[in-house]
């Protein structure tokens, strides 16, 4: 098995005008910091090793790279920790409801730049607490959501991660394994726009399609 087959899960790896393009969601990282972890999981050295195996040419980050609101010394060290790590890869940043401040570590690299939403060969990406942009596109990926499902089988239940699909929208789960997530439908009316979504479609982060569901 893979070292990096949570990350490879959790994220998709799609062709843009800008090549290979690695979209992942709702990083968090500095997670340790603001839930009063002892350990350090060093998740953003591990997830910028990934992003590198994986060969990308862009990397697009679905807003939430970070978790704390604001910007500590040692979050900034992770911060720059990470980016230093990802060389010549293009990074998107689609900025989220936790990213205040990013820019400030973000304006040292020449390959990182931040928006409040990217589109990209009709596509949209985007983090997903606002309101959307009144723009024209064909599908629009998001996080924000952490979408996640409750399975049950003889008498056992789990939660797992889902990839979610409502018309033209696809949300993504958050990449970082160490973060659970929210039921589907809690998770959807985070999204100002999924609010009234009927229908959504489920799928495993191994690409099995689990059905759609009322929401």
């Known amino acids: 098995m893979s070292p990096f087959s949570d990350f490879e899960h959790l994220s998709l790896l799609i062709d843009t005008s800008l090549g290979k393009t690695l979209l992942i969601a709702d990083p968090h990282i500095g997670f340790e910091l603001s839930r009063g972890l002892r350990i350090r999981t ?6 910028a090793e990934f992003v590198l195996e994986s060969n990308a040419d862009s990397l697009v980050i679905l807003g939430d790279l970070k978790e704390p609101l604001g910007l500590s010394f040692r979050l900034k060290e992770m911060l720059l920790r990470f980016f230093s790590t990802l060389g010549d890869v293009r990074v998107l940043i689609a900025k989220g409801n936790h990213d205040g401040r990013i820019e400030e570590v973000a304006k ?5 730049e931040v928006r409040e939403y990217f589109l990209i060969d009709g596509q949209l990406f985007l983090h997903g607490h606002t309101k959307l942009p009144r723009i024209d596109f064909d599908e629009a990926f998001l996080g924000h959501a952490h979408p996640a499902y409750t399975l049950k089988s003889g008498g056992v239940a789990r939660k797992v991660k889902v990839f979610v699909r409502t018309g033209k929208f696809l ?35 191994e690409g099995i399609y689990l059905g759609a569901i009322d929401v």
């Not at 060093?42 to 997830?47: A, P, Q, S």
């Not at 040292?108 to 990182?112: A, E, K, M």
């Not at 970082?176 to 009234?196: A, H």
């Open 42 to 47: 060093h998740l953003e050295e591990k997830l």
């Open 108 to 112: 040292r690299f020449s390959n990182v």
């Open 171 to 205: 949300v993504l789960p958050t990449v970082n394994p160490y973060i659970e997530g929210f039921d589907v439908r809690e998770g959807l009316k985070l999204v100002p726009f999924l609010r009234n979504a009927k229908k959504a479609e489920l799928f495993l982060p």
